[in-house]
């Protein structure tokens, strides 16, 4: 089973939306019992909130349930649990590193490092163009699961 954990600052916005893409991604491709998904925050400010109001809604518009998601904050036993560490933007990488200490395995990188696009997904609580994110959470998916075919992990 491969275990992915997104990470964004507060775990209300980019993380969740990410973690929800995906697990809709593996369920159409049948492959939902290759993979554990699930999202966390780099900081404790929204601990226990549930997803922003304008990711719900972007989700919802493309017809993604999110559930009864709770932010979360991100914690060193992650790193033993999980495959894939993927940040949403240099700072969360950052803020990552802090939290597990170093990375020898190389499983912390931003979800974009896997697009055509390499960068820093924009936070929608700052720009509010939640469209913008989704599209940019959309392709570091699909390029994620593409990697992840061609190294044969399912």
Wanted: charged share 30%.
């Amino acid at each position: 089973m491969i275990k992915i954990l997104f990470i964004c600052h507060g775990n209300i916005c980019r993380s969740p939306m990410a973690e929800y893409v995906m697990k809709d991604m593996v369920e159409k491709c049948g492959l939902s019992d290759c993979f554990y998904i699930d999202s966390a925050a780099t900081s404790t400010e929204e601990i226990g909130s549930r997803v922003h109001h304008g990711t719900r809604s972007k989700l919802k518009e493309v017809g993604i349930y999110c559930g009864d998601h709770r932010a979360r904050q991100m914690k060193r036993a992650d790193y033993v649990e999980y495959d894939y560490l993927i940040g949403m933007d240099t700072w969360n990488i950052r803020n990552m590193l802090r939290i597990v200490g170093r990375d020898p395995q190389k499983k912390i990188c931003r979800l974009l490092d896997f697009a055509k696009e390499s960068g820093d997904i924009a936070d929608p609580w700052y720009t509010g163009n939640f469209d913008e994110t989704y599209e940019d959470v959309k392709e570091g998916c699909e390029a994620l699961l593409a990697y992840m075919k061609e190294k044969g992990l399912f």
